[in-house]
């Protein structure tokens, strides 16, 4: 009814996951989606009904907002055709692609214009509202914007791009594992993308011939394995821990 919360496709995905996925020849060798590349689809993984219908309502209000503002206008053929056809143009493609931030924000401002387009005059939004409490309410705003853009943009962000910067070395020695730990304490919803990278780093060092450290081996172990026990159903981290062990036995033998 709910779905599986944002970002939880991997949940889905692995409940379903068929062991045909990895072979090449017979299921293509795809092992790893995050997406179902269809919007509509993401909406009812995601949110269940209850999103789905939110997220289809936005299309159903815009619709008809539309349609009341110009039914009866004379430039219904320039501004209500021309803006039912780029909402059904956008609604349509979302069955085929996965939404980006650069389209979200586009589609954001056209909602906007039909909402500042249903307004006769700009004072109808302020009437009743005091100066006073309008700033109160921009204060409250701002303030939430910027602890939430701290702690979902700004820490996920510093530990990316640190880890991208550990992986970058051709060897994880012992500085990179204490960055390692230390990007890990930055922010959970990195994970498990930090400890899948930083285990994949390790493995492609040890098939290149390279020595690997027992606190790399103790580190790589304990993250990929507390992942598990937390619960995360992500097929490619229990690929990527056997793959790891996989190599670390044909290493030792």
Same mark, same amino acid.
């Given at each position: 009814?709910?779905?599986?919360?944002?970002?939880?496709?991997?949940?889905?995905?692995?409940?379903?996951?068929?062991?045909?996925?990895?072979?090449?020849?017979?299921?293509?060798?795809?092992?790893?989606?995050?997406?179902?590349?269809?919007?509509?689809?993401?909406?009812?993984?995601?949110?269940?009904?209850?999103?789905?219908?939110?997220?289809?309502?936005?299309?159903?209000?815009?619709?008809?907002?539309?349609?009341?503002?110009?039914?009866?206008?004379?430039?219904?053929?320039?501004?209500?055709?021309?803006?039912?056809?780029?909402?059904?143009?956008?609604?349509?493609?979302?069955?085929?692609?996965?939404?980006?931030?650069?389209?979200?924000?586009?589609?954001?401002?056209?909602?906007?214009?039909?909402?500042?387009?249903?307004?006769?005059?700009?004072?109808?939004?302020?009437?009743?509202?005091?100066?006073?409490?309008?700033?109160?309410?921009?204060?409250?705003?701002?303030?939430?914007?910027?602890?939430?853009?701290?702690?979902?943009?700004?820490? =996920?962000?510093?530990?990316?791009?640190? +880890?991208?910067?550990? !992986?970058?070395?051709?060897?994880? $020695? /012992? @500085?990179?594992?204490?960055?390692?730990?230390?990007?890990?304490?930055?922010?959970?919803?990195?994970? =498990?993308?930090?400890?899948?990278?930083? +285990?994949?780093?390790? !493995?492609?060092?040890?098939?290149? $011939? /390279? @020595?690997?450290?027992?606190?790399?081996?103790?580190?790589?172990?304990?993250?990929?394995?507390?992942?598990?026990?937390?619960?995360?159903?992500?097929?490619?981290?229990?690929?990527?821990?056997?793959?790891?062990? /996989?190599?670390?036995?044909?290493?030792?033998?």
């Amino acid at each position: 009814l709910f779905g599986w919360g944002p970002e939880n496709f991997h949940a889905v995905f692995g409940k379903y996951f068929h062991p045909c996925f990895p072979l090449p020849r017979e299921c293509g060798g795809e092992l790893w989606f995050d997406r179902t590349h269809n919007i509509v689809f993401d909406q009812f993984v995601q949110g269940g009904i209850v999103g789905a219908a939110a997220y289809l309502a936005i299309f159903i209000a815009a619709a008809v907002s539309i349609v009341r503002r110009w039914a009866f206008s004379k430039n219904f053929v320039l501004w209500g055709v021309l803006s039912l056809a780029l909402l059904g143009s956008y609604f349509i493609q979302n069955f085929f692609v996965f939404d980006m931030p650069s389209v979200s924000m586009i589609f954001f401002a056209f909602l906007a214009f039909i909402g500042a387009r249903g307004i006769k005059n700009a004072n109808e939004a302020l009437s009743g509202m005091s100066m006073r409490f309008f700033f109160l309410k921009v204060g409250i705003v701002i303030v939430l914007f910027g602890v939430s853009s701290f702690f979902f943009v700004v820490q =996920p962000l510093r530990s990316g791009y640190g +880890t991208f910067r550990i !992986i970058a070395q051709p060897v994880p $020695g /012992n @500085e990179a594992i204490a960055k390692y730990e230390k990007i890990l304490r930055l922010s959970s919803l990195a994970t =498990p993308q930090t400890q899948v990278f930083f +285990t994949s780093a390790v !493995i492609n060092s040890v098939q290149n $011939g /390279n @020595e690997i450290s027992p606190d790399s081996i103790t580190i790589v172990t304990k993250e990929m394995q507390k992942l598990i026990t937390n619960g995360w159903k992500d097929i490619g981290v229990y690929y990527t821990l056997g793959n790891f062990y /996989n190599v670390l036995g044909h290493r030792m033998d």
